[in-house]
Structure formats: structure tokens, C-alpha cells
């Protein structure tokens, strides 16, 4: 059983910075491919990007989101610069303990966290 835990969510303006953070319990998680998703009001949980060995990016996060893992800390980041409202989400991370197969969909992870809530005001 992994545990996924986001924190650094919040409010921000646009063109703003947020980075969020995601710790994960296991002792492998150097092993782990991390991804982080997000769910905006309405709309279907989408890919934001991932890493294992490389480093993966959804259209819209490329040039301004950076994903990183601290595997002394067990731990996998989101930089998050440039924000826009439409950036506006419950972002979550998943953890898949597989090869890294369809890393850029859902059924690609074993595990989830519970999310954090980002906002970008106008």
C-alpha cells in the first residue's frame, strides 16, 4: 500500500507561481513512476505530467510547469509559473509502482492522493 499526500495548494494570481508538493510512503519510491493529474468544476480528470527516468508534459504545462522527485525524501514536486485561471483545479498525484506504461493516463497508476485545490484569480 502506497500513500500519496499533496500539499501547496492555494490561491494565487494570475501569472503567479505555486509549487506543490506530494510525499509517498514506501521504501522504493525511487521505483515509482510519479504523475500529477487534475479535475477543473465540470470537466474529466486530465494528464499535467510525470516522471520517472524522464520527465513527461501535457501540451499546456510545457514551458511552464516543472515536474522534480527528491527520492531522499520521497517526495515529487509540481513548479507551477505562469498561472492562468483556466490552470484552476483540484491537482492530484498518482503513484505507479509498474513499468512506466500509459504514464499519461489514469489507468497507468496503482495510486492516488486525495488532491489539492488550486486557484488562479484574474
Known amino acids: 500500500q502506497v500513500q500519496l499526500v499533496e500539499s501547496g495548494g492555494g490561491l494565487v494570481q494570475a501569472g503567479g507561481s505555486l509549487r506543490l508538493s506530494c510525499a509517498a510512503s514506501?521504501?522504493?519510491?525511487?521505483?515509482?513512476?510519479m504523475g500529477w493529474f487534475r479535475q477543473a468544476p465540470g470537466k474529466e480528470r486530465e494528464f499535467v505530467s510525470a516522471i520517472r527516468w524522464s520527465e513527461y508534459y501535457a501540451d499546456f504545462a510545457k514551458g511552464r510547469f516543472t515536474i522534480s522527485r527528491d527520492n531522499a525524501k520521497n517526495t515529487v514536486y509540481l513548479q507551477m509559473n505562469s498561472l492562468k485561471p483556466e490552470d484552476t483545479a483540484v491537482y492530484s498525484c498518482?503513484?505507479?509502482?509498474?513499468?512506466?506504461?500509459?504514464?499519461?493516463?489514469?489507468?497507468?497508476?496503482?495510486?492516488w492522493g486525495q488532491g489539492t485545490q488550486v486557484t488562479v484569480s484574474s
Open positions: 498518482a503513484a505507479s509502482l509498474g513499468p512506466p506504461i500509459a504514464i499519461t493516463t489514469q489507468r497507468g497508476y496503482n495510486y
Open positions: 514506501g521504501r522504493t519510491f525511487s521505483g515509482y513512476t
